[in-house]
């Protein structure tokens, strides 16, 4: 079976409870595993305020899509749905959902952290934070890469 996979990049908050609902909706599922990820109120010792994405729509959903298609290789998964939010954000806002489901829970879990762990650093966003000191953009940091690397 291969995964049905969603995607979806976008301004506006998303919908925890519709993404758990279509992930986990086929009687075969087992397991769901959803992660959600929020803007952090700290980052690199500094307060943060803010954080505005920027990114090239078709470059950026084809990445993640690949992503997804990766992780339905390795696993057996039943669905995929990445959700990533861009635009200005800010502390607590939610900015990434990431479900996956299968028969099984060790499955979903690897497959989980598998696309989060590509995500940090394969997906094309530009992130620029705003602190008491001022708006700075992100580079990527070498714990995701490292992170990326152990698969």
Known sequence: ?????KISVQNEPFDQQQIYRWTSALP?????????????????????????????PAMTVKALQEIAEQAAQRWQLQR??????VG????????????????????????NEFIMDFLKVKAPFWKKETTAEGDRWLESRHSDEQAADKW
């Open 1 to 5: 079976m291969t995964a049905e996979i």
């Open 28 to 56: 075969e599922t087992g397991a769901t595993v959803v992660f959600i990820g929020k803007v952090r109120d700290m980052n690199l010792g500094d307060a943060v305020s803010g954080l505005y994405l920027e990114h090239y």
């Open 80 to 85: 995929i749905y990445i959700v990533h939010r």
């Open 88 to 111: 200005q954000l800010y502390t607590g806002d939610e900015i990434v959902a990431v479900a996956v489901s299968s028969a099984h829970r060790g499955s979903a879990y690897q497959a």
